[in-house]
Nanobody, 127 residues
Framework: QVQLVESGGGSVQAGGSLRLSCAAS????????MAWFRQPPGKEREGVAS????????YYTTSVKYRFTISQDNAKNTLYLQMDSLKPEDTAMYYC????????????????????WGQGTQVTVSS
């Protein structure tokens, strides 16, 4: 049974930082591809950042590039999203996703479907 459990969300002021974690069980993060998605209130879900197996080839959507950093710790079987210089428009429910099949690179990694999903963690940024 694969489980992805996100944590680290919360409320911060604009310009602040948060680090999201996605702890995996029943899934080896070093063997597949993973990504972070977000869904702002009343909007469609969008891909934020992705990483390939072994922690290679990080990719970011334009709006978060140079502010967010995706990483993983294979020993802890945990995916991270370091979010700096947060803006009110970053307010959303954030989800991690995983798949052993790495199909799609670059923007394709943020528009493809993923097999496993977490329940999400809320991030709220106030101005």
């Amino acid at each position: 049974q694969v489980q992805l459990v996100e944590s680290g969300g919360g409320s911060v002021q604009a310009g602040g930082s948060l680090r999201l974690s996605c702890a995996a069980s029943g899934y080896s993060i070093g063997s597949g591809c993973m990504a972070w998605f977000r869904q702002p209130p009343g909007k469609e879900r969008e891909g934020v950042a992705s990483i390939t197996s072994g922690g290679r080839m990080p990719y970011y959507t334009t709006s978060v590039k140079y502010r967010f950093t995706i990483s993983q710790d294979n020993a802890k079987n945990t995916l991270y999203l370091q979010m700096d210089s947060l803006k009110p428009e970053d307010t959303a429910m954030y989800y991690c996703a995983a798949d052993y099949i790495c199909d799609g690179y670059g923007m394709g990694s943020l528009t493809r479907s993923y097999q496993y999903w977490g329940q999400g963690t809320q991030v709220t940024v106030s101005s």
